[in-house]
């Protein structure tokens, strides 16, 4: 499966069907097409310096390690035990970035998100490696149409978390001015679902955002405390850019959430 982005004249490599999208047409469609990929050889992302990792509930079998088996590639598995902390999703990264020893890693959600199949078969991981090179940053997160946490929504207890609501509305213009006025992208939202990165650069921001949820972290089973992980790592993005951005081009990851038939296209 190829996933084009008409709009940017991009190919994706990753396609991620979150929110809402899990029961559209398209990711319906990506699920059809991907039990009919056929088990092959590909190398190991550590032959380009690659490290992949996913997150997942411990003992649950997901649609992207099915992905990784019909390829015979070998990933880490952050397991996350229920009831599930979103904030593990913060703690584990920061936890295992030190033993990672190549200079770039990558983590995806596990169970709404796949792979694409390469068109040329066994270049798969380089060619996510000089994407990204291409991208001239040093950190690139996911992309999407819709922002979560809102200030007025998804947070639960806005007295106590006031500090960070004011971060949000900050960043939120962010988003606006540089994503969507200025590079015209709909695409403008943060997705903590997906990263690419260098990994000494991804450490340094993960340690930092670790020292501000770390307070946090025995509520972290509440999504709606701010919006899972999302809203801590999103608060950060004016602070570490241009080093650390969103694929407002979606040259690798292609959220789902919003988007109509003929903004994605899917070949065989």
Not at 117 to 124: F, L, P, R, S, V
Not at 205 to 222: A, L, S
Not at 236 to 250: A, L, T
């Amino acid at each position: 499966m190829i996933i084009e982005n008409p709009k940017f004249k991009s190919w994706p490599m990753v396609i991620h069907a979150n929110g809402p999208s899990k029961k559209g047409k398209i990711w319906k469609k990506a699920l059809k097409m991907f039990k009919n990929v056929e088990e092959r050889n590909e190398p190991q992302p550590e032959d380009v310096d690659l490290t992949v990792m996913t997150w997942t509930v411990a003992g649950e079998r997901t649609i992207l390690q099915d992905c990784f088996a019909k390829m015979n590639v070998n990933i880490i598995l952050l397991e996350i035990e229920k009831p599930f902390n979103w904030l593990d999703k913060i703690k584990r990264v920061k936890d295992i970035l030190p033993y990672i020893d190549t200079k770039y890693v990558m983590c995806l959600d596990s169970t709404d998100v796949i792979v694409s199949t390469d068109e040329a078969e066994g270049q798969i991981w380089s060619d996510f490696v000089e994407t990204f090179k291409n991208q001239n940053t040093k950190l690139l997160f996911n992309a999407e149409k819709y922002k979560w946490p809102e200030v007025d929504k998804g947070i639960s207890n806005p007295k106590e978390m006031e500090h960070y609501i004011k971060l949000l509305e900050q960043t939120e213009k962010f988003e606006e001015d540089l994503y969507s006025d200025l590079l015209d992208s709909p695409f403008n939202r943060f997705n903590s679902g997906a990263f690419i990165g260098e990994t000494k650069f991804t450490q340094i921001v993960y340690d930092k955002v670790w020292d501000i949820t770390e307070p946090y972290y025995k509520d972290g089973v509440n999504e709606s405390l701010f919006g899972g992980d999302q809203g801590f790592l999103r608060i950060v993005q004016h602070e570490f850019f241009p080093d650390m951005r969103i694929d407002y081009s979606c040259s690798i990851f292609q959220c789902l959430a919003g988007v109509d038939e003929g903004e994605v296209i899917l070949h065989a």
